[in-house]
């Protein structure tokens, strides 16, 4: 099964306002990322969070790591129609060098 | 963009025949991967490559293979196309274990 578990599978809001999703993990990490991908695109680097952090901010991106829940959570505040697309998370557990691990992502809609 | 191209970027095949993706990387980035992702997967890990000739399975590596004989290529060969390899096919690279990620476009196979 993935590691990462992205939820709401899809989530659609107006343009200006916030989005949250959320990803659980099994076990402990190193580090935590969040991908953007475009309908038919590859997937484009967000934010790295490292299991010593809680939280990290980008623009208009914030993410948080709980790693006594082992979940983490990006928001991304102000909503624009170009913020459509899938969100990955994928996490880099300890022990297994040099992997990702991806969850299923969160299909982002934001309309006009 | 990390200058990862992927090629060729659209295949039809038939099954049983062999069929070789390329991806080349102008980064001099350690470490290239190849993923698959699939309607309810997610990316999954098919071979990393942690050097030029060091190569390591991933989560799905069956009926496939790889080799890298420079840093910029990374060749993953399907031996005897399945129906069940339809899919689209992803490249990335990293300059660290667990670290960022930067993916190619894509490739887009068909196994009729």
């Known amino acids: 099964s993935q590691q990462g578990e992205e939820d709401p599978q899809a989530l659609s809001i107006q343009e200006g306002e916030n989005a949250t999703m959320n990803c659980s993990y099994k076990t402990s990490i190193n580090n935590l990322q969040w991908y953007r991908q475009n309908s038919g695109r590859g997937l484009v680097h967000l934010i790295l969070i490292r299991s010593n952090e809680r939280e990290k901010h980008s623009g208009r991106l914030r993410v948080t790591l709980d790693t006594s829940k082992k979940s983490s959570s990006l928001l991304i505040t102000a909503s624009r129609a170009a913020d459509t697309a899938s969100y990955f998370c994928a996490t880099d557990k300890t022990g297994t060098a040099s992997k990702l691990t991806f969850g299923t992502g969160t299909r982002l809609q934001v309309t006009l | 963009d990390a200058g990862i191209t992927q090629s060729p970027r659209h295949k039809v095949t038939e099954t049983g025949t062999p069929v070789t993706l390329r991806c080349h990387q102008t980064e001099n980035h350690r470490y290239m991967y190849w993923y698959r992702q699939d309607p309810g997967h997610g990316l999954r890990l098919i071979h990393y490559s942690y050097g030029v000739k060091d190569t390591d399975k991933g989560e799905v590596s069956d009926g496939y293979s790889v080799s890298r004989s420079k840093t910029e290529d990374f060749l993953l060969t399907l031996e005897s196309a399945t129906s069940s390899q339809t899919s689209v096919y992803f490249c990335?690279?990293?300059?660290?274990?667990?670290?960022?990620?930067?993916f190619g476009p894509g490739t887009r196979l068909l196994v009729l």
């Open positions: 990335a690279t990293g300059q660290g274990a667990g670290e960022t990620q930067y």
